[in-house]
């Protein structure tokens, strides 16, 4: 029973590069997050989404970034022209519902360094 | 948005000491979460606090719901190495986390 799935785990990107986050969610799992995390911080959310639908988009930069969640396969993140700054822990968590109390599944994370 | 502020933000102590955490927000929350996130992993659900008022018991670990269910606290009784640790709360009706509390247990 496979967890929530991130790859690749660490990715290494020049400036002005496109940098692809893969995420697969957990069996049975619609609802997708992704968080930002900087080193000794917390998660700062980005995006949540569902199959198909991009429901709350309000934490994620307006420009460069980007999310989707497709029919098949997993939810993909996308950095394009990446900064130094987007150097950073991307987190993904998958959960069964919106909300009452249903608990989000994380994975271990893709490390980007921007060089 | 509801905003989430969490206390104290880096804690050290010895090992079998007692210590508590808190998440504190002006807003009113359906239910709370809690996770810890040890280094190079991601968080992990210790539980999840629905009734104001509420008591969690988990080992060692005690989480209350407060009454007006706007905050919440983590006790730790007896602290282990192994509890070290980044410590968030996250409100469930958006899934925004608080800053986190950086646990560090001395053997």
């Known amino acids: 029973n496979a967890g929530v799935m991130q790859n690749p785990r660490h990715l290494v990107r020049r400036r002005g590069q496109e940098a692809r986050l893969r995420c697969s969610p957990m069996k049975g799992h619609s609802h997708v997050y992704w968080y930002r995390q900087l080193p000794e911080e917390g998660l700062k959310f980005m995006v949540y989404l569902q199959k198909e639908n991009i429901i709350d988009e309000s934490g994620m930069p307006k420009e460069r970034f980007s999310a989707e969640f497709p029919k098949e396969g997993p939810s993909i993140l996308r950095i394009q022209q990446v900064v130094r700054g987007d150097s950073a822990a991307y987190f993904c968590?998958?959960?069964?519902?919106?909300?009452?109390?249903?608990?989000?599944?994380f994975g271990n994370g893709t490390r980007l360094t921007v060089t | 948005t509801q905003l989430l502020e969490q206390s104290p933000q880096f804690l050290s102590i010895q090992e079998g000491e007692n210590l508590t955490v808190y998440c504190n927000s002006s807003?009113?929350?359906?239910?709370l979460q809690w996770y810890r996130q040890e280094p190079g992993e991601g968080p992990v659900l210790l539980v999840t606090?629905?009734?104001?008022?509420e008591v969690k018991k988990l080992k060692r670990l005690t989480f209350q719901f407060g009454d007006a269910r706007k905050d919440s606290s983590l006790h730790i009784t007896a602290a282990q190495p192994g509890d070290t640790g980044l410590y968030l709360c996250a409100g469930d009706d958006d899934m925004r986390f608080g800053a986190g509390t950086r646990l560090t247990v001395k053997p």
């Open positions: 807003s009113v929350f359906s239910s």
């Open positions: 606090v629905v009734t104001g008022g």
């Open positions: 968590a998958s959960s069964r519902g919106r909300t009452g109390g249903s608990p989000l599944h």
